[in-house]
């Protein structure tokens, strides 16, 4: 079992920036891939950036991409989200996952965290 918590959420301007962090539980870290999603209301979740488990692979959102970087750290068991730029359509609650498989399929990730709030003003 894998756990996964979430922070670094928070209001932020448009243009700023905010860097999430997710902490895992288990020794297992360093197995999985590490995947970013967020739902904003009303909509599906939806993939936003991902990490291969042994770093050498990313995969982000078009919409993202050049603004958000993924990093993973194996000796604190944690992976982060440096979001850059943000813009209010980035408003939504984001969720950290662990799994196999497919970086941005939400199916190939079976640990999920409760999420953080991420608000963006204009």
């Known amino acids: 079992q894998v756990q996964l918590v979430e922070s670094g959420g928070g209001l932020v301007q448009a243009g700023g920036s905010l860097r999430l962090s997710c902490a895992t539980s288990?020794?297992?870290?360093?197995?999985?891939?590490m995947g970013w999603f967020r739902q904003a209301p009303g909509n599906e979740r939806e993939f936003v950036a991902a990490?291969?488990?042994?770093?050498?692979?990313?995969s982000y959102a078009v919409s993202v991409k050049g603004r958000f970087t993924i990093s993973r750290d194996t000796a604190k068991n944690t992976v982060y989200l440096q979001m850059n730029s943000l813009k209010p359509e980035d408003m939504a609650i984001y969720y950290c996952?662990?799994?196999?498989?497919?970086?941005?399929?939400?199916?190939?990730?079976?640990?999920w965290g409760q999420g953080t709030q991420v608000t963006v003003s204009s």
């Open positions: 996952a662990a799994g196999l498989g497919v970086l941005n399929l939400p199916t190939s990730y079976d640990y």
């Open positions: 990490i291969s488990w042994s770093g050498t692979r990313t």
């Open positions: 288990g020794r297992t870290f360093s197995t999985y891939n």
